[in-house]
């Protein structure tokens, strides 16, 4: 680092003629020179000591004259960078980077002295000054326009043939493209073109290379540092390469970091910015410098992906934001400006903002757009994304999108939020107050689904039920379209007394009911027993239904952690009051760890099946958590839930080869891992020839586990229901009374021991169908007073955080 202040001569910037002529004289006597917005500006710049400060006049036209290129190796001038986010950087570049990128692009463009070029570009951006360095360089001439780019003039200068080239950035440009037929033939007549190194889509340099058919059209990548790094011929590129930015050239050179960060080395990356401090090394060791730009090469081409800290990570799953604009864009009107940004949600992290240059009445056409390229990017943003009309587009001085501007801006303008959820059930009144109700504590938007927002399959019974009482019945997969979508539904099909019930909730309200029908002696449904075994299988079939699609959207594990939350509370409330009323105090159940135990020597009330399912969701929890994992599931979800299947045996017969469990009778999450991956091998299948495959593996796993028995007949039967017979046709108040005791299965368990004893203490001796009816009616009014319980506190809790207004 070298703290000795640079001396330099500033030039107030102005896209002005007699400011290039300015810094060609400045060059010519190697004068370092800096450019600033205002006198006033010259002596607050950071390690410059500037001598004196040059105002140069107003001037508009042509510029012609050879200034040769200088290669010294010395400092020529300090730019300060705009930034994306507003911080100004002083990078120090020589003669020779100058003369070095000049050179590349004379020869990628074949320039000579015939070059008569309309300079889109202020001359006071670093494109727009390279141009003229170019243009002086071969000893050509410059027009630069009194207006800045204006289209109409440059279409009668080159019909006319007083200009044959154009430098323009991709904004620019759109421009053009959306009225092609101002510059109609004249296009023709162009035959050099440069642009500057925005994002364009394949698609607009095609239509750029058909608008100027005969034109020889170069785009660069490259930063102020490194200024023309690659260089794309789109003129005759193919339309597979036309998606990169092109390849270094020369002394150049590009390569990859392992994270995505694209490095540059050669002659004309500056060597040193500079601040109070002094110089610093841009450059490491061996030259390179490393950039906050994403990309990655393919036969030898370099794609750029975009900046690293505008990449927008919603839930897990990164997205560019250049990238979604080009796909957006695609979808929209022709000139329609948006841009893209990251803004802080809670429940993905971050999520995507688009801004429109528009007013608010066209916010929801372009929110359509965006969602519609959010699925094509395989991305259910939800209420993840937000659209926001704005006066402008906020843009730095060399044109690019100031995208943290824009997502302070809708911050600070976004609304205080109102209390979540704080409804009754008399205030339900359309679906998305029936979402609030049933999700309490919850943020929900019109945009969420019943995926989204983490249901489970205890909620979805519930939901469901509380959604057909009130507005008839629901449609195919709606836990996948938003409350508005559920909205449009209401009304559409009347209420009938044949009603649909899903053979999932009626295997579920089956074999709970087996489990306390076994427990009082009502009946034995199997000597073999199986229930509890397929109730873990729907636990897994539920995971994959509706939990797995919000983890691979989020990225995280949220839903599962809430589903731990709803079952871990209720159970410990229950054995803490147990402990209290029986005064058998316990630490293992409260911790729901007593399942690793002997159950003979323990004294309290025993919730074994809670604790290990418990477990196990913690279990899946923490491999959902991988990325990898996900992205297995995702892309390839039946054979990736057949692995698990495999290694989930492969791990309980090792332990048991350790540690055998036959003391507490196997009451441990992994030896009921098998049924939970076989529930997601169910979930995943979604034709006929994947069905038969589950099927054919569901059959192969019973006749292992229990052979030709009573059990196997039982579970392969619920199997064959969930598969085939996806809906049963039943009176509605069979469904009711179903899908009730489906939905309170937990709290049935929780409670069925305890109507077992006060019915026997009651009459004296068992009363085993009394104890079975009985035992299920509290169940189902414990899990309505849960619920109502739940929202009670998510409204004290909600409460309590809102602000107290304060009287004057």
Not at 56 to 69: I, N, T
Not at 209 to 222: K, M, N, S, T, W
């Amino acid at each position: 680092m070298n703290t000795v202040g640079l001396q330099a001569t500033a030039v107030v910037g102005k896209n002005s003629v007699a400011f290039v002529e300015q810094m060609f004289a400045l060059y010519e006597v190697r004068r370092p020179l800096v450019i600033v917005a205002g006198e006033a500006q010259a002596g607050k710049l950071p390690g410059v000591v500037v001598d004196r400060c040059i105002v140069p006049e107003d001037r508009s036209g042509w510029f012609s004259g050879r200034h040769p290129l200088i290669h010294d190796d010395s400092p020529a001038q300090v730019t300060y960078t705009s930034g994306t986010e507003g911080l100004p950087k002083g990078i120090v570049l020589t003669y020779a980077n100058l003369a070095d990128a000049a050179e590349r692009i004379i020869q990628q463009m074949q320039m000579t002295q015939d070059i008569r070029e309309y300079v889109g570009v202020p001359a006071t951006f670093s494109f727009g000054m390279a141009r003229y360095r170019a243009i002086a360089a071969v000893g050509g001439r410059a027009y630069l326009p009194p207006r800045g780019f204006d289209p109409l003039e440059l279409a009668r200068m080159l019909a006319a043939g007083e200009v044959n080239a154009l430098s323009a950035v991709p904004t620019l440009l759109r421009t053009l493209l959306a009225s092609p037929e101002v510059i109609g033939a004249a296009g023709k007549k162009l035959r050099w073109m440069e642009i500057g190194s925005q994002q364009m889509t394949a698609d607009e340099k095609r239509r750029i290379r058909e608008l100027f058919p005969h034109a020889l059209i170069v785009q660069h990548y490259g930063l102020t540092e490194a200024s023309r790094t690659t260089f794309l011929k789109i003129s005759d590129a193919p339309m597979e390469l036309l998606e990169s930015v092109g390849q270094p050239v020369g002394k150049t050179e590009v390569r990859m970091r392992p994270d995505g960060r694209i490095m540059i080395r050669g002659p004309h990356v500056a060597k040193s910015r500079i601040d109070a401090e002094g110089l610093h090394d841009l450059r490491d060791a061996d030259g390179w410098l490393q950039t906050n730009d994403l990309g990655h090469t393919r036969d030898g081409y370099v794609f750029f992906d975009g900046r690293a800290d505008d990449l927008i990570n919603c839930g897990g799953v990164k997205i560019v934001p250049d990238q979604l604009e080009d796909r957006i864009r695609s979808r929209l009107e022709a000139g329609t400006q948006i841009a893209v940004a990251k803004i802080p949600d809670a429940q993905r992290g971050e999520g995507v903002l688009v801004a429109v240059k528009a007013d608010a009445s066209e916010t929801a056409r372009v929110r359509s757009a965006a969602l519609a390229a959010l699925k094509d990017m395989g991305i259910d943003a939800g209420s993840a994304l937000q659209v926001m009309a704005v006066d402008a587009i906020p843009v730095t001085g060399t044109g690019k999108t100031q995208r943290k501007v824009l997502s302070a801006q809708f911050v600070a303008q976004r609304p205080q939020e109102a209390p979540l959820n704080s409804l009754s059930a008399d205030s339900v009144v359309d679906v998305l107050s029936l979402f609030r109700f049933e999700f309490p504590g919850q943020k929900v938007e019109p945009d969420d689904t019943f995926e989204s927002l983490g249901g489970d399959s205890l909620h979805y019974i519930q939901f469901s039920l509380s959604f057909e009482q009130r507005f008839g019945p629901l449609p195919d997969n709606w836990e996948r379209l938003s409350a508005s979508e559920l909205q449009r539904h209401v009304g559409v099909a009347r209420k009938s007394f044949w009603q649909r019930l899903e053979s999932v909730t009626a295997t579920r309200a089956f074999f709970m009911t087996c489990i306390v029908a076994l427990h009082t002696d009502a009946f034995v449904y199997s000597s073999n027993w199986g229930a509890a075994y397929f109730l873990v299988l729907l636990a897994g079939y539920s995971v994959a239904r509706w939990q797995l699609p919000e983890i691979i959207r989020a990225g995280k594990v949220t839903t599962l952690l809430r589903t731990i939350r709803y079952v871990a509370i209720p159970t410990v409330i229950m054995v803490a009051l147990l402990q209290v009323a029986t005064r058998r105090f316990e630490i293992t159940p409260l911790l729901l760890i007593s399942n690793y135990l002997d159950p003979v020597r323990l004294k309290g009330f025993l919730f074994y099946f809670m604790e290990f399912y418990i477990q196990l969701l913690l279990l899946v929890a923490l491999l959902f958590s991988f990325a990898r994992v996900r992205r297995w599931f995702q892309q390839r979800p039946m054979f990736s839930a057949l692995a698990l299947l495999v290694v989930v045996v492969l791990i309980d017969r090792t332990i048991e080869a350790f540690w055998n469990t036959d003391y507490n009778y196997h009451r441990v999450p992994w030896h009921y891992a098998w049924p939970f991956a076989l529930g997601m091998i169910l979930a995943s299948a979604n034709d006929l020839r994947t069905r038969c495959l589950a099927m054919g593996v569901s059959l192969m796993a019973v006749w292992i586990m229990w052979g030709f028995t009573s059990a196997a007949f039982y579970f392969a039967g619920g199997c064959v229901l969930v598969l085939f017979v996806r809906n049963l046709i039943v009176p509605a108040p069979v469904k009711l009374a179903v899908a009730e005791i489906a939905s309170a299965s937990m709290f049935i368990y929780l409670s069925h021991s305890q109507m077992i004893s006060i019915v026997e203490k009651v009459f004296g001796h068992p009363r085993p169908w009394l104890e079975l009816i009985s035992a299920t009616i509290v169940g189902i009014a414990l899990a309505h007073g849960y619920a109502w319980c739940e929202r009670r506190f998510a409204q004290l809790r909600e409460s309590m955080r809102e602000p107290v207004a304060v009287g004057s």
